[in-house]
Nanobody, 127 residues
Framework: QVQLVESGGGLVQAGGSLRLSCAASERTIRTVSMGWFRQAPGKEREFVAA????????FYADSVKGRFTISRDSAKNTVYLEMNSLKPEDTAVYLC????????????????????WGQGTQVTVSS
């Protein structure tokens, strides 16, 4: 069982930056792809970004492209989400997810593609 622990959330003003971290309990063949999703109150869970552990490919939602960057540190079994130029509409609980396989581009935006989930970290952007 892979455990994921997010950190780095908080309160920031619009235009500010935050870096989220997701530490995985293990990095074996069990975790091949990693993703970030977010969920705001009263809204459905939304895909944010994903990366393959090989680092060969990363994927972003249109709403964050150019502002957010996903990366991973294999030695630390950790995935990061660097968030810049934050907007009030970025306010949500951000959840880390891990999948046991490599998918097609269209797979990474689907919650069902992922096998493990963290508890989430709150990000609040004030206007």
């Amino acid at each position: 069982q892979v455990q994921l622990v997010e950190s780095g959330g908080g309160l920031v003003q619009a235009g500010g930056s935050l870096r989220l971290s997701c530490a995985a309990s293990e990095r074996t063949i069990r975790t091949v792809s990693m993703g970030w999703f977010r969920q705001a109150p009263g809204k459905e869970r939304e895909f944010v970004a994903a990366i393959r552990w090989s680092g060969s490919s990363s994927f972003y939602a249109d709403s964050v492209k150019g502002r957010f960057t996903i990366s991973r540190d294999s030695a630390k079994n950790t995935v990061y989400l660097e968030m810049n130029s934050l907007k009030p509409e970025d306010t949500a609980v951000y959840l880390c997810a891990a999948a046991r396989r490599v998918g097609y581009y269209s797979d990474y935006g689907r919650s069902a593609f992922y096998d493990y989930w963290g508890q989430g970290t709150q990000v609040t952007v004030s206007s």
